[in-house]
């Protein structure tokens, strides 16, 4: 994960939308590290000691660590990764990684009429505001969308964050619904194998490092992902990459050495070769198509 956060201008017709998006980010805190970091603004920024009142909601997924929470209507509570913190506007709150493993969060804050409207018919409670979900690939792709959009700011941008925050909100709430005793084990560390591919897809981050960390052995763990996902851990993991660069080559400013090298593939003739193998054209030719340019 690359440490980001931006803070956002809004207009008068953004607001006017009835869901603005505030803010956007994604901290890893590595264990024994000082949080939050000091680099936030003045009214973001709190310590444990007093804590923080914010004037938004804010939604964190914490996906990798542990931690605690505190707030006015609910008392310490242990946060475990999988995570969702809900943070209510006017609520004094508190929350910090555990010294031991630190963590990984992705978060957004917002205001508007809707997430009002949501809150005052008790789909989401200051009561209740830790949401335990597991790894969900489809809310944490949502946050990542978001904090995607917000790193260019292009016109029109508000809308389509603001809607994929609803988009996330309705998941959350289903996954909450859905999300029981019988889940079974297996399904869950599927889930979470996928969320550390997704969340380590700019690393060399091998599946048999996945088996370990999930504290399961390899064979296992590669039958089970390919009986749920259909593809294997390895096969898993060159997909994501594969849709990562299609992403990156929509951007003129990356090479596609830059790339190869960003999604650590061995070498820029081996990220080719893989790509036309998985598209059926090579990188450039990908990206003529994509940005309207003649073919050469």
Known sequence: MTNYYKYLPLSTEDK????????????????????????????????????????????????????????????Y??????????LFPGE?????????????????????????????????????????IGFNEQIFNLFDTIIEKTKTETSGYQPLVSGAALHLMGSLHAALKQNSAE??????????????????????FSPEQAAEELQVGYSWFRKVFKNYTGLSPGQYCIQLKIEKARTMLSDPNLSVKEIAYTLKFESSFYF???????????????????????NT
């Open 183 to 204: 889940h079974e084990e297996r399904e869950i560390l599927v889930n979470k194998a996928r969320l550390l591919f997704r969340s380590n897809i700019d690393k060399a």
């Open 272 to 294: 080719s070769k893989l790509f036309k193998e998985k598209t059926g054209i090579t990188p450039t030719a990908y990206r003529q198509r994509a940005l309207g340019l003649p």
């Open 92 to 132: 004094r709150h508190r929350y910090k990684p555990s010294e031991e493993t630190g963590w990984d969060e992705y978060w957004i804050g917002l205001k508007g009429e809707i997430i009002d409207n949501l809150v005052h018919n008790g789909f989401f409670k200051p009561e209740s505001p830790c949401l335990y």
């Open 16 to 75: 006017k939308w009835g869901l603005h998006i505030l803010n956007a980010g994604c901290i890893s805190t590595a264990a024994a590290a000082n949080y939050p970091i000091l680099t936030h603004p003045a009214d973001y920024y709190f310590d444990w000691n007093t804590g923080r009142i914010l004037d938004e909601y804010q939604f964190l997924y914490i996906t990798k660590g542990t931690g605690i929470f505190e707030s006015d209507s609910c008392k």
């Open 77 to 86: 509570q242990a946060v475990k990764a999988g995570t969702v913190l809900v």
